[in-house]
């Protein structure tokens, strides 16, 4: 029942910035842990980056340490994916899940997720 909506997405120029939000509307995102996943054209799905239910705790794919920042903001059920410094391998479909959890850590591995956005187009070009 719970259902995810990405936001935020668009063209951006190398080295550039862009924000995508992940919401919700009946259920608290804070007893979830949540992921951003990315897909490529002719690629595997990439976990980016998640974040524990109920807390700050995070991981990130090595391929985006440093450059991204994941973070809830509660009050208004989002959950945030800041991307800086953005290259163009970063080209991607970006999707956001869901795993309920009220203790443990967070993974990258999209078998672990059980509620799934349709996703957001990132494009990195100039």
């Known amino acids: 029942q719970l259902q995810l909506v990405e936001s935020g997405g668009g063209l951006v120029q190398p080295g550039g910035s862009l924000r995508l939000s992940c919401a919700a509307s009946?259920?608290?995102?804070?007893?979830?842990?949540i992921g951003w996943f990315r897909q490529a054209p002719g690629e595997e799905r990439e976990g980016v980056s998640c974040?524990?239910?109920?807390?700050?705790?995070?991981n990130y794919a090595d391929s985006v340490k440093g450059r991204f920042t994941i973070s809830r903001d509660k009050a208004n059920n989002t959950v945030y994916l800041q991307m800086n410094s953005l290259k163009p391998e970063d080209t991607a479909v970006y999707s956001c899940?869901?795993?309920?959890?009220?203790?443990?850590?967070?993974?990258?591995?999209?078998?672990?997720?059980?509620?799934w956005g349709q996703g957001t187009q990132v494009t990195v070009s100039s």
């Open positions: 899940a869901a795993k309920g959890a009220l203790f443990g850590r967070c993974g990258l591995a999209s078998n672990e997720y059980d509620y």
């Open positions: 009946k259920f608290t995102l804070d007893y979830y842990h």
């Open positions: 974040i524990r239910s109920g807390g700050g705790s995070t």
